[in-house]
């Protein structure tokens, strides 16, 4: 009898540790994909100032902040609007065919959109 127990009870803390085992992978998976997802997040849901700091700031000042190779753009919104903004940022050449703007036609639409936002935002 006493041996019947003690085997009852092993078999119930293995039941035991073999379900928690289980439980511990299962919980582990879902955590593993959002924080994947999380980490691409910010770069998808970079702010109009953010994307010119990487991408247009070396070239184009805005406040005193920037480079001089292009135009200073703190005041830009207040000469184009934003379609024609946007035209201009995805293809510089058709406007101007000797400038020496880079063409930003693989900037994805939303930050595209986020840039000339800011820019609009400025005046
Ligand atoms: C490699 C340098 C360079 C980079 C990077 C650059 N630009 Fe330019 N940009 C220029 C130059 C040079 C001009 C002036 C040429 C012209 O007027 O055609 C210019 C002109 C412009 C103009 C027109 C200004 C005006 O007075 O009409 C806008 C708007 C503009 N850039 C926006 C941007 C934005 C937004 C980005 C980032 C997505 C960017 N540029 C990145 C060099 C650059």
Redo the contacts with the bound molecule.
């Keep these: 009898m006493r041996c019947n127990h003690a085997l009852i009870l092993l078999a119930a803390l293995f039941a035991l540790t073999a379900t928690a085992a289980c439980t511990k992978n299962d919980a582990n998976r879902p955590v593993e994909k959002p924080s994947e997802q999380t980490a691409s997040a910010p770069a998808q849901k970079q702010t109009g100032e953010q ?2 700091k990487a ?6 000042k805005i406040k005193d902040q920037g ?1 001089v ?5 703190t005041a ?1 919104a207040s ?2 609007d934003a379609a024609s ?1 946007q035209d ?2 995805k293809d ?2 058709k ?2 065919p ?5 063409s ?1 036609a693989d ?1 994805p639409a939303d ?2 959109k986020a ?2 936002d800011y ?1 609009g935002n400025l005046k």
């Design positions: 994307l010119f991408k247009c700031a070396q070239c184009h480079g190779v292009g135009p200073d753009l830009i000469r184009k903004l201009f940022i510089p050449k406007q101007n000797s400038t020496a703007m880079p930003f900037l930050d595209l840039i000339v820019l």
